[in-house]
Antibody, heavy 117, light 108 residues
C-alpha cells in the first residue's frame, strides 16, 4: 500500500528556516510527480509546490523565492526547504503523489509548522 | 494565476438529498479540474480527477461534469459519511495550481 510520511515540522521563529521531509514507500518514487499542499487550521487548502520526475519545480506565489522543493529518488524522499518563514506560513503541510491525470491521489498525514516568536 | 470560486461556501442537507456544488474558474481550464473530500483531522481524499473520472473505489453516487470555466460536483443521494468539506482544484499547466475555498456539507 502506498504510504507517505511527513516529518520535520515544529516551532520556528519568524525569519527562521525549517526543512520538511516526506518518506515514500510501496511505489516507484522516481516515476511520480510529487507536491506539497498546506492548510491553516480551520481554513482551506493551499497548493505550495510541485516537483516533476526530472526535478523541475513549481511554486505558489506565496512561497516562491523562499521555499525550495527537492527530491532524492535513491532514498524515496521528498523535501521542502522553507526559509524566511513568516507567521502566515503556519499550517499543516502535506505531501502528496500526483496521478497520471494530475490529481493528488495519495496524501501523507501532514506535519504541523508553527512560526511564532 | 487562475482563481477558483466555489459555491455555496456551505450547505445543509439531509441524508438522501441530491447535492450539487459548483466551481468556477477565472479563465478556461479545459478539463483540468479535480475534486477532493476532507473530513476533520484527516488528509484530503481525491474523489474525481479530470472533471469527471471517478478515483479508485469512490462510490458512483459522486459525479463530476463541466468544461472550460464551469464545473459541478454532484452527490446523487447523500449518505451519512458524505458530510465533509469539498474542494475543487485546477491542475492545468505546470506553473501554479489552485484550490477553491471549499464547500462544507453539513447535516440539516
Amino acid at each position: 500500500e502506498v504510504h507517505l510520511v511527513e516529518s520535520g515540522g515544529g516551532l520556528v521563529q519568524p525569519g527562521g528556516s525549517l526543512r520538511l521531509s516526506c518518506a515514500a514507500s510501496a511505489f516507484i518514487f522516481s516515476r511520480y510527480d510529487m507536491h506539497w499542499v498546506r492548510q491553516v487550521t480551520g481554513k482551506g487548502l493551499e497548493w505550495v509546490s510541485g516537483i516533476g520526475t526530472a526535478g523541475e519545480t513549481y511554486y505558489g506565489g506565496a512561497v516562491r523565492g523562499r521555499f525550495t522543493t527537492s527530491r532524492e529518488n535513491a532514498k524515496n524522499s521528498l523535501f521542502l526547504q522553507m526559509d524566511s518563514l513568516r507567521a502566515g506560513d503556519t499550517a499543516v503541510y502535506y505531501c502528496a503523489r500526483m496521478n497520471p491525470h494530475r490529481g493528488l491521489e495519495y496524501w501523507g498525514q501532514g506535519t504541523l509548522v508553527t512560526v511564532s516568536s | 494565476d487562475i482563481q477558483l470560486t466555489q459555491s455555496p461556501s456551505s450547505l445543509s442537507a439531509s441524508v438522501g438529498d441530491r447535492v450539487t456544488i459548483t466551481c468556477r474558474a477565472s479563465q478556461s481550464i479545459s478539463s483540468c479540474l479535480n475534486w477532493y473530500q476532507q473530513k476533520p483531522g484527516k488528509a484530503p481524499k481525491l474523489l474525481i480527477y479530470a472533471t469527471s473520472s471517478l478515483q479508485g473505489e469512490v462510490p458512483s453516487r459522486f459525479s463530476g461534469s463541466g468544461s472550460g470555466t464551469d464545473f459541478t460536483l454532484t452527490i446523487s443521494s447523500l449518505h451519512p459519511e458524505d458530510f465533509a468539506t469539498y474542494y475543487c482544484q485546477q491542475s492545468c499547466g505546470a506553473l501554479e495550481w489552485t484550490f477553491g475555498q471549499g464547500t462544507k456539507v453539513e447535516i440539516k
